[in-house]
Nanobody, 122 residues
Framework: QVQLVESGGGSVQAGESLRLSCTIS????????MAWFRQFPGKTRASIAE???????RYINDVKGRFTISRDNAKDILYLQMNDLKPDDTAMYYC????????????????WGQGTQVTISS
């Protein structure tokens, strides 16, 4: 019954910005971590940014300093602010979530949205 819907993607030039959103409908436990994944054509989906229920964030080096992940817990909305976009950022972007146990993210990503396309031209 849980549904994730990504939005905010588009086609922009290098150096510009985009803000992605992920809305969650249906029941979801309060203690969960959330993440943004991206998938290049012909490659596997990989995590790029994660945020825990207490606000702790993690980023891969390729996006650190340019992307910011945040969440609105009351509204169950996940955001990804993407600045200084580069052609290598071109990909499908997905949101997901996982339960937390022992105060840590299990990274047991089990639900996915439909994805939103981001295309960066030089």
């Amino acid at each position: 019954q849980v549904q994730l819907v990504e939005s905010g993607g588009g086609s922009v030039q290098a150096g510009e910005s985009l803000r992605l959103s992920c809305t969650i409908s249906g029941y979801m436990s309060s203690n969960n971590c959330m993440a943004w994944f991206r998938q290049f054509p012909g490659k596997t989906r990989a995590s790029i940014a994660e945020v825990d229920s207490d606000g702790t964030t993690r980023y891969i080096n390729d996006v650190k300093g340019r992307f910011t992940i945040s969440r609105d817990n009351a509204k169950d909305i996940l955001y990804l602010q993407m600045n200084d976009l580069k052609p290598d950022d071109t990909a499908m972007y997905y949101c997901t979530y996982a339960p937390e146990r022992g105060g840590r993210c299990t990274q047991e990503w089990g639900y996915w949205g439909q994805g939103t396309q981001v295309t960066i031209s030089s």
